[in-house]
């Protein structure tokens, strides 16, 4: 009986792949067929990359083992979903586990980077929309490229001190100034955008008057002018 063993190469598409006896053997008998025995599994699968497996085999009295070398080429399934980042007080930080949407590999994920980093930081100069380019790395090297939009935003409230303004008329008026009526303004990215809805210059005729002059943008809330005396 003579045998010969065969160089295999598996190439995963799945977790787990099957090897014939086919694959790794060939005999040859010029009587009636030897007695085959395989003893060992035959069944290669993401643990045998990239060492390989060996098959142990018996033909006839004899025992010996053929390699098999295995192989993982397959590139990771990506797979996105946008999202909207709200900027805090030290801005806001984007993981791909947030734009993940069920990406997959069949020998495991490894890693992936955004723009080039594990992560990436965002700040006021950043609102509006960002361009992400992802690459996901499976266990074995193999990437797989994306690209996809998020979407930057800041809704922290305004802060601010207002305060309320007795107005003595110097002659027959009085201007009021901004500090008069507010102290500080804030806001998580630069100073707030403000709007004033009433006259801030005063007459005899608004003596003795309650005045409401001063509103936030997005906080509507006036300011009160105490009193105008003379």
Known sequence: VDYQILPVNVILDS?????????FLSVTSYCKPPLVQILSDTVVSCSDVPT?????FKVGNQTDSAFVSVSDTISPQLSLKTDTLYL??????????????????????????????????????????????VVLYDVNGNSTAGNINVWVTDTTNFGYQKNNVNANLLGSQIAISRSQYLSTTSSNCGVPP???FGDTVFHCADVG??????????????????SISY
């Open 194 to 196: 403000l709007t004033i």
């Open 88 to 133: 805090g007080p030290n801005g806001s930080t984007l993981q791909f586990s947030q734009i993940n949407n069920g990406s997959f590999d069949y020998c495991g994920l490894d890693s992936a980077t955004l723009n080039g980093s594990s992560l990436l930081t965002f700040n006021c100069s950043d609102t509006g929309s960002q361009a992400i380019q």
């Open 15 to 23: 977790a787990t792949a099957p090897v014939s006896r086919g694959q």
């Open 209 to 226: 008057q309650t005045q409401y002059f001063l509103s936030l943008i997005h906080l509507s809330e006036p300011t009160r002018l105490l």
């Open 52 to 56: 390989g497996k060996y098959i142990q």
